[in-house]
């Protein structure tokens, strides 16, 4: 006993184990059926009743111990167990042993990668013997062999995939059995589809408004397998402080959008199967803005007046100019009133020129304008005077023309005759238009003017005007007054 196995040993115990009966029974102990080559196996045979208990292998005697401490596939077949009870009753029983190699999957690649819209071919290598049958699997569910099949398992145990698509990807299962036996092993081994990149634009075109408070966001939607890397191709130098990515950079923000930022930004997608990229055009508008050389001049009646005027915006406004007096829109073609190239010009500028002319940008992104004052002297008056006693009243008919400012005064001017000159007073034009402090019953030539902040205007025309006074005659019966009759002369 010191020389057996410990594998021996332990199976030698069963035999302790024998239980009594009144009929003499047998039966073969054996730990497993199915042994794989190179294995110890050892079959016990137990009685119920001490006899001769010998072995035979396929019908040939085997001896008293069946004990293969290497099995081979010569080992394998029907085992009887054959006992001679003392009592003189015999009694026999059998079991079948069943010798393996495998299944084993030698050097069967667990990982294949294919391209999306592919075939794809997973081999599957197995060796085992007896034969051995092989089955594929996927989510516990069993791939056909059926032919035509976009998926399906061909008969040299390969899974086939037939254009190849991204649900596709996951974990096959390659079973392989020792056919007709519980023996079995499994491999699973992952398909991972490869997809090119894709480069996907919500808007080819983004419209936007220049200015310090808009930010614009330019999408680049990518697909792809593995994951494509994102890079973005700008017009303008990258800065750090305007220009903002995601976290994958599929999105870029560009803060205080200026017209510079205007051009193609080209979002780029690649991975290790290839590159795609598309192109969004940034349009940035510009709101139209007016630049003039003077919003305000002052000049004489006469002189040749000249207001330069600049548009700017994105798209390029029109310009015009307009008389804001009469709400006419001038043109080249407008007399001595004209634009040339932008310019506002008046020749000989006359009173009634005076007033607010404004040049204004015309867009499809809004309008804008900016005023210009042109001032001259006031125009003529038109007025009726009327004599007092010492006094002349002016009134007028209408107001002057002011010449597009305010008229601040009247100059009043009278003379007795021809060689003398002007005598003049300056009135407020909020006050009463008079002449005060003449000679009654005296003959004056009048006339008047209006004056405004650039000076004075053109003068009336002359008018004389008797002053209103008493005539007496001294006679020896009595003194007779005469009262002049009242002189209204009308300028016309």
């Not at 930004?265 to 003077?294: G, K, Q, R």
């Amino acid at each position: 006993m010191k020389n057996q196995s410990p594998f021996l040993r332990r199976a030698l115990l069963l035999l302790v184990l024998v239980v009594y009966g009144t009929d003499a029974k047998i039966k073969i102990i054996i730990a497993k059926q199915d042994v794989l080559v190179g294995e110890e196996f050892l079959l016990l045979c137990k009685a119920e009743e001490e006899g001769d208990i010998t072995w035979q292998k396929d019908g040939e005697d085997f001896g008293d111990i069946v004990h293969i401490k290497k099995a081979t596939f010569e080992d394998a077949g029907k085992y009887t167990c054959l006992c001679d009870f003392g009592s003189g009753h015999n009694d026999s029983v059998q079991t079948q042993v069943y010798v393996h190699e495998g299944p084993s999957f030698g050097e069967t690649k667990t990982y294949h990668k294919f391209l999306e819209g592919k075939d794809g071919v997973v081999p599957c290598h197995v060796t085992g013997r007896p034969a051995v049958e092989v089955q594929w699997l996927r989510n516990n569910q069993k791939i056909p062999t059926k032919v035509g099949a976009r998926v399906s398992h061909t008969s040299d145990n390969t899974l086939r995939i037939e254009g190849v698509k991204r649900e596709d990807a996951g974990t096959y299962v390659c079973h392989a059995q020792i056919k007709g036996r519980p023996v079995y092993q499994s491999l699973a081994i992952s398909v991972v589809v490869n997809v090119p990149p894709k480069v996907l634009l919500t808007e080819k075109v983004k419209k936007v408004m220049a200015g310090s408070e808009t930010n614009v966001s330019l999408v680049c939607l990518v697909e792809g397998q593995p994951k494509p890397n994102i890079t973005w191709i700008m017009p303008r130098t990258f800065d750090p402080s305007r220009h903002l990515f995601n976290s994958d950079r599929s999105q870029l923000t560009i803060l205080s959008v200026a017209r510079a930022d205007y051009g193609e930004y080209v979002c780029s997608a690649t991975n290790e199967i290839s590159e795609d990229s598309a192109t969004i055009m940034l349009d940035v508008f510009e709101a139209p803005e007016v630049f003039v050389s003077a919003e305000q001049q002052s000049v004489l009646v006469g002189e040749r007046v000249s207001v330069s005027c600049n548009v700017s915006g994105n798209p390029q406004p029109e310009l015009h100019w307009l008389n804001k007096h009469n709400g006419q829109t001038l043109d080249s073609a407008s007399g001595h009133i004209h634009v040339v190239n932008g310019v506002l010009v008046i020749d000989e500028i006359l009173p009634s020129d005076g007033g607010l002319y404004s040049c204004m940008a015309v867009s499809t992104t809004g309008n804008a304008s900016r005023d210009v004052a042109i001032h001259t002297q006031p125009g003529p008056l038109y007025l009726s005077v009327s004599p007092g006693l010492t006094s002349v009243l002016f009134s007028l008919k209408t107001m002057p023309i002011s010449g597009g400012t305010p008229v601040t005064s009247f100059i009043l001017q009278w003379r007795q005759s021809a060689t003398q000159q002007w005598k003049e007073v300056t009135v407020p034009a909020s006050d009463s238009l008079a002449i005060t402090a003449l000679k009654p019953y005296t003959l004056y030539t009048v006339r008047f003017a209006a004056m405004n902040a650039v000076g004075l205007g053109w003068f009336s025309e002359t008018k004389s005007v008797r002053t209103l006074g008493i005539r007496k005659w001294y006679t020896h019966t009595a003194t007779i007054t005469h009262l002049m009759d009242n002189y209204t002369v009308h300028l016309t």
